[in-house]
T-cell receptor, first 118, second 108 residues
């Protein structure tokens, strides 16, 4: 029944490893997002996808690669993890009436994935 | 200085009090969001507004575009309202910029 789900909820890994976080929404939405919340609790948008097409890519290192196999899924793969990547990563989805622009639709957030890089 | 500033950063009140959280921004925007982040970390969208005022239950959000200011009010506050409240503005068509959040604690 969960509208937006993420796995795993917690991820602890070593520097230099490659890891993935999965996100799925069952709301029939066209647009999905990845956000990063740092230790100071600031949220920043990383990516937005509309119908599997990348719409927003905010100055994120290219070690981060989003992949959208279909419009219900948006996964985040991170290569060569660094200490500074430790954060909580939130996936979200919205109706997509703005063609991928995030601001004018209500967004539904996943529970977050707490990534800790040691 | 952040483009979106919230005040206060922390707010503690007694149950039943009227709560106001403020959000000021320094850029032109097309929309503003209020979000609630629960103590467990989950985030819920409360309002999206581009003018005027919206009300949902005990929550009221207002925005003054000319003054670049928005407020979130909670009437008859309750301990379950304890959370971090986050303001976010839409710059142009795509960029969503977040404030640092206001941590609200309502004591019984």
């Amino acid at each position: 029944d969960t509208a937006v789900s993420q796995t795993p909820k917690y991820l602890v890994t070593q520097m230099g490893n490659d890891k993935s976080i999965k996100c799925e929404q069952n709301l029939g939405h066209d647009t999905m997002y990845w956000y990063k919340q740092d230790s100071k609790k600031f949220l920043k948008i990383m990516f937005s996808y509309n119908n599997k097409e990348l719409i927003i890519n905010e100055t994120v290192p290219n070690r981060f690669s989003p992949k959208s196999p279909d419009k219900a899924h948006l996964n985040l793969h991170i290569n060569s993890l660094e200490l500074g990547d430790s954060a909580v990563y939130f996936c979200a989805s919205s109706q997509g009436t703005s063609g991928g622009a995030p601001g004018t639709d209500t967004q539904y957030f996943g529970p977050g994935t707490r990534l800790t890089v040691l | 200085k952040n483009e979106v500033e919230q005040s206060p950063q922390n707010l503690t009140a007694q149950e039943g009090e009227f709560i106001t959280i403020n959000c000021s921004y320094s850029v032109g925007i097309s929309a503003l969001h209020w979000l609630q982040q629960h103590p467990g970390g989950g985030i819920v969208s409360l309002f999206m507004l581009s003018s005027g005022k919206k009300k949902h239950g005990r929550l009221i959000a207002t925005i003054n575009i000319q003054e670049k200011h928005s407020s979130l009010h909670i009437t008859a506050s309750h301990p379950r309202d304890s959370a971090v409240y986050i303001c976010a503005v839409l710059k142009g068509a795509q960029k969503l910029v977040f404030g640092q959040g206001t941590r609200l604690t309502i004591n019984p």
